[in-house]
């Protein structure tokens, strides 16, 4: 796949658990990189899937771009859509911001959810929800690249029916800014919601209708030709 698809980011189910798993700092102020696969000590090593191996190296590259994004983004505008859907994502969903924030001590980085201006909660005290989508925002802000493959396993774990809902409409947005998006799910919330946002594309009048929608947004209205449902 890898040869269509040159990155392809994959979120595996239960991203609660591996979201606020332990690990040394992945970077200092002199960029000094932390390979989470070979600096582990052989008598503390873990046993954990690939797909959970890929999900912490996106925390990991997440910080190793941080310093760059902007460079990228002034470059290439089309991510700057990117960066805006995390935006999006964290102000409308999750009432809050994802970020890395510095301890000035020894100039490693953890990763904090911040839902006002000065108070800032460890990941592993923050709701289910915030760790399950936690992921997704580091992916939008610091590693997006249009025509990626973003794989997520049961996007439902962990969210209320309307949080489903809302992140339905949200993962259009993502198709329709240029990404290829593979989901598994068992919530017949998210596909049901899918033909709300097919006939809502069809019907003509989505300024009118937005209002009805969850994230009242119309790019998350989508062509059929678009989307593909597997039994």
């Keep these: 796949q890898k040869t269509i698809f040159p990155n392809i980011p994959i979120f595996p189910t239960e991203r609660t658990t591996f979201i606020t798993f332990p690990f040394p700092p992945m970077l200092n102020k002199d960029k000094q990189t932390y390979n989470l696969k070979e600096n582990s000590k052989k008598d503390t090593i873990l046993w954990i899937s690939e797909p959970v191996w890929e ?3 996106i925390i990991q590259k997440s910080l190793e771009e941080y310093f760059d994004r902007k460079k990228q983004e002034i470059q290439h505008p089309e991510i700057k859509e990117f960066i805006n859907l995390a935006n999006f994502l964290e102000k409308n969903i999750l009432f809050g911001d994802i970020s890395f924030e510095e301890y000035s001590a020894s100039g490693s980085f953890e990763l904090i959810y911040k839902p006002a201006e000065n108070t800032s909660l460890e990941l592993n005290i923050s709701s289910s929800m915030v760790k399950e989508l936690a992921p997704l925002v580091l992916y939008l802000k610091y590693l997006a690249q249009p025509g990626d493959l973003l794989v997520i396993d049961e996007p439902e774990m962990n969210l209320h029916p309307a949080a489903q809902v809302e992140m339905t ?15 598994t799910t068992h919530s017949p919330y ?5 033909s709300n946002l097919i006939f809502a594309k069809e019907c ?18 989508i062509p059929k030709h678009s989307i593909s449902v597997y039994l």
């Design 55 to 57: 999900l912490l190296s």
């Design 169 to 183: 409409e949200f993962l259009c947005m993502l198709v329709n800014a240029g990404l290829n998006v593979l989901i």
């Design 190 to 194: 998210i596909v049901d919601h899918l």
């Design 204 to 221: 003509g009048r989505q300024e009118d209708i937005k209002k009805h929608f969850y994230l009242e947004q119309e790019k998350s209205f």
